[in-house]
């Protein structure tokens, strides 16, 4: 122990600084919050004394202090690909801007959602970042916090009547660069493995497909269209039920790759012949899917980089001294063309 009482054996306290500079505690808290009643010389003395001592403020105690834990709530549906990549954007720009991330998966169930927002608010996050489960419909929850001008984003999967700050893809343009390749490619009876009816991405794409039939005068058959949960083995059985027709489709194209990837097992296992017979495409652009046999065509979104903005409007709003307006910004996809759906003729359109 030296003069100060500083044991350099032990984490150093507020305590040991103030000492070490004879001066208040008070003070040195007042110092590391940059309050204006401080001046600059002491400022400069308790920073260069609290790195000399190694000293970390206890980040409960300020957070009492500040009414701020510099913590981001995040609730997203599942792990999968898509969410994974999303949170290691989300978590760079926190990392990158101060910030701690606490994340909770709905497992696609509104109440479970309901559940993870409220106790997140219990842990007193200052902002929350949220992707809807597939079955959210209710937004009352969320238009109370709103009201009260607390912040949130949504992202990817967002509710279109609340007026909140948003960062979505274009599905429709999505979808319909999907369709539009398939029909280009020669097909033209192009099933829709669609995802959950009342999900905003599925109701979007779905625009997108029946838009790009209906502009190159294709008939819209409703019963080549099949609603389900994200769930492999349903778009599986889906698949199997659709080529027992005697007008089976000639194309597939899917709400997402984990879907087109069941399709894909039922299609090889009738011995059908991909792209010749049908055309695949799925949506997300999973590393997976180049690596099938054969490789599936998909629409590409760049996860990480829609995390990425999606943490910093919110950190924007954070950091603002008045209440920011809601905005939405839409990110362009890109269709991946691979083996799936590329045939070995180019027939003319009509």
Known sequence: MNRSGYRPDKPATIKDVARALNISISTVSRALRNMPDVNQDTRQAVLRKVEELDYQPNQIALSLITQKTHTIGVIIPNLDYFFSMAVRGIDDMALETGYTVMICQSNESFTREMVNTQRLMKGHVDGLIVSNASDSINTEQYERLLAKNFPIVFFDRANAQLNATKVILDNISGASQAVTHLIEQGCRRIAYLAGPA??????????????????????????????????????????????????????????????????????????????EDIALVGFNDEPVVSLLSPPISSVAQSAFDMGRLAAKLLVDQLNSDHVLPPQTIMLKPTLKKRASSIRRFDPPIG
């Open 198 to 275: 009342n999900l905003s991405i599925s109701q979007q794409r779905m625009i997108g497909y029946k838009d790009t039939l209906q502009k190159f005068g294709l008939t819209i058959d409703e019963s080549l269209i099949v609603y389900s949960e994200f769930d492999r083995d349903f778009a599986y059985r889906s698949t199997l039920a659709l080529l027992e027709r005697p007008d089976r489709p000639d194309a597939i194209f899917a709400v997402s790759d984990r879907l087109i990837v069941g399709a894909l097992l039922a299609i090889k296992e009738k011995g059908i012949k991909i792209p």
